[in-house]
């Protein structure tokens, strides 16, 4: 590849190795009935999903048709606004356009009456202490702010309930994913280590095992009895900050 020659009033410049361009996509979403209808629930405070006639399933936010058969999901269903979370993970990074003042916690979050996790925020709680199996409910925003859109809903809390020991992931069949706990036992330990200098050590996690361990179907479940926090190191005098990786 021949030599690139610059002009001679560029001789001398320093030369420019990276460019940084903030990106903007604008873009116009138009609602399909299922989702028009889900919204408008929003606005009055409700949680609406629908219901596959083929396996009494219940879809949330709904999609308009059953994900597994195809068939369409005419029946409309008001969801509880109390749930159960079913995986989460910690923020701990700060990125371009988030207002969220680290670290916080987002979860999938199965709603009673549903058979879909829905994604949301997890506050009025210290992040390390967010788990799964935890009760949670939802927190609206004021009449006057409320508008049709999921972020009406401000965040989810704790509601002080005993955590779900039998908690799993919608779809899972044996009971083989994460929010099984092996014999029904949640993890009694959380490993905290920071993976740059190899330094941690544990704390106690978790709740009281379960009077009789339960596996949902009997087949078996895989987890292990710790959960496992990768510590971010920023700089080398600053305070770790977690980054949840895994839990059960």
Not at 36 to 51: C, V
Not at 115 to 124: A, F, T
Not at 165 to 186: F, Y
Not at 214 to 239: H, I, L, W
């Amino acid at each position: 590849m021949p030599e690139i020659q610059l002009p001679e009033s560029l001789q001398g410049v320093e030369a420019v190795r990276s460019v940084r361009t903030p990106a903007r996509l604008d873009y116009t979403f138009t609602a399909g009935d299922a989702t028009t209808r889900f919204l408008k629930g929003i606005t009055q405070k409700k949680i609406i999903g629908q219901q596959a006639t083929s396996t009494s399933k219940v879809y949330v936010p709904p999609r308009g048709a059953d994900p597994e058969l195809g068939a369409t999901t005419p029946i409309e269903v008001e969801v509880a606004q109390v749930g159960t979370v079913t995986s989460f993970c910690v923020v701990n990074l700060q990125f371009y356009g988030s207002a969220m003042e680290i670290p916080y916690t987002s979860a999938l979050i199965l709603l009673d009456g549903a058979d879909l996790s829905i994604m949301h925020l997890i506050q009025e709680i210290p992040a390390d202490q967010v788990r799964v199996g935890m009760r949670v409910e939802a927190v609206w925003r004021d009449d006057a702010d409320i508008e049709p859109t999921l972020e009406s809903i401000k965040w989810f809390r704790p509601t002080g309930e005993p955590d779900d020991v039998n908690v799993r992931i919608p779809g899972e069949i044996r009971g083989t994913g994460l929010g099984s706990w092996v014999d029904g036992v949640p993890p009694t330990e959380l490993t905290v280590r920071n993976p740059r200098t190899g330094e941690g050590g544990t704390k106690e996690y978790g709740g009281e095992a379960p009077a009789e361990p339960t596996n949902g179907d009997g087949m078996g479940s895989r987890t292990t009895k710790s959960g496992e926090v990768s510590v971010q190191d920023t700089t080398p005098e600053s305070a770790p900050q977690g980054v949840r990786e895994g839990e059960g």
